[in-house]
């Protein structure tokens, strides 16, 4: 090893030291971009870091953790659009357990209006690796979704899958899972492995989740949601430890909840979720609309059909006019 390495090799063991030891001061008011990053995770190309074997483990889990993917500058440019969004008038902050003492906000689509998380849906690894582990070179945006949870003692997200919830059929659309705070494996969002290949079951009804989480969104039409929680061992639920630039990609089959927050911690999280070719258009049941609304798709597409409309706006290739905007 030639000096100059050796020294990058040292710095980088100092400063990656320093890294970690930031990164695990839970429930400060430090930001996770203030920290500072390790040289050698951020060096190479993002895609390296999906090999044969995560893919394998996607298929058949429907769900991976990434380490160190995201490089402190992106989670800067996600704390500026959470900061923009938390301003913003236009962005409607759903409130689960509403006036309870676990209250925790919810908003979506801030693409549309914050031009931080339209950034980083464009230019961030994560439309590539999404891209990849789907299988897709077309890409375009399904939604994308802040979960924060703040204050603490923020209660549990219900167990649910997302797809009961969204208008289509098909297996390319993951979402990537991204928190702004260090977490334990308790606070982490869990999943329970290899549920996208099995039933579709109904949502969970916000209003009432916390008489019963397993109380259905829609009236009947679909089968209830297992309660997962008073029955834990019976199900093979994953969580990890969580220090930001970490992702989580997962297929919105998955059965996934939890990450409750103790008393001192907060759990700020964004999920960009992005399709390729084989998503297509598919009604669910007409007693409660869709998530997010997109008044007028109904009117304009017919079940089976591409899932092609304004409302998802195709992120790759990156359409010339987009690219228009810097070059
Ligand atoms: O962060 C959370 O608590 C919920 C996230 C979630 O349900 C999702 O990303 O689909």
């Known amino acids: 090893m030639t000096a100059p390495r050796c020294l990058v090799t040292l710095w980088a063991l100092i400063v990656g030291q320093a890294y970690e ?3 695990n001061r839970k429930g400060e008011n430090v930001r996770s971009s203030e920290l500072s990053g390790t040289l050698d995770n951020f060096l190479g190309d993002p895609l390296d870091l999906l090999d044969d074997e995560d893919l394998k483990q996607y298929q058949t889990d429907g769900v991976i953790m990434k380490k160190g993917v995201l490089h402190p500058e992106w989670l800067l440019l996600l704390e500026l659009g959470l900061e923009r969004v938390m301003n913003a008038s236009s962005q ?23 031009p931080e998380i339209r950034r980083f849906v464009y230019d961030s690894p994560v439309a590539d690796l ?3 582990l789907v299988g897709s070179d077309n890409l375009w945006l399904y939604s994308d979704e802040f979960f924060i949870k703040e204050g603490g003692n923020s209660e549990r997200t219900p ?12 297996n390319q659309i993951t979402s990537a899972w991204i928190s702004l705070d260090s977490l ?16 579709m079951y109904d949502g969970f009804s916000p209003s009432k989740v916390s008489i019963d989480p397993t109380a259905p969104h829609y009236d ?19 969580s990890w430890e969580i220090t930001p630039g970490d992702i989580i990609f997962a297929h919105p089959g998955v059965l996934h909840g939890g990450g409750p927050t103790g008393p001192e911690s907060k ?3 964004i999920t960009i979720r992005l399709y390729g070719d084989d998503i297509r258009y598919a009604t669910r049941p007409p007693t409660r609309p869709t998530v997010p609304l997109t008044p007028g798709l109904s009117l304009t597409l017919n079940p089976g059909d591409p899932l092609r409309a304004p409302w998802y706006p195709r992120i790759r290739p990156i359409p010339d006019h987009i690219k228009a905007e810097w070059e």
């Open 21 to 23: 030891a930031n990164m």
């Open 92 to 114: 409607k902050m759903h409130k689960f357990f509403e006036g309870e003492r676990g209250e925790f906000t919810e908003t979506i689509r801030n693409f549309d209006v914050i």
């Open 130 to 132: 999404i891209g990849k």
């Open 159 to 170: 167990w649910h899958q997302d797809t009961p919830y969204w208008p289509i059929d098909g």
């Open 220 to 238: 009947d039409e679909l089968p209830q949601l297992p309660d997962i929680e008073s029955d834990r061992s019976a199900f093979d639920i994953r």
């Open 184 to 199: 334990s494996k308790e606070e982490c969002l869990e999943y329970v492995a290899g549920s996208h290949k099995g039933t």
């Open 267 to 269: 759990r700020r999280a």
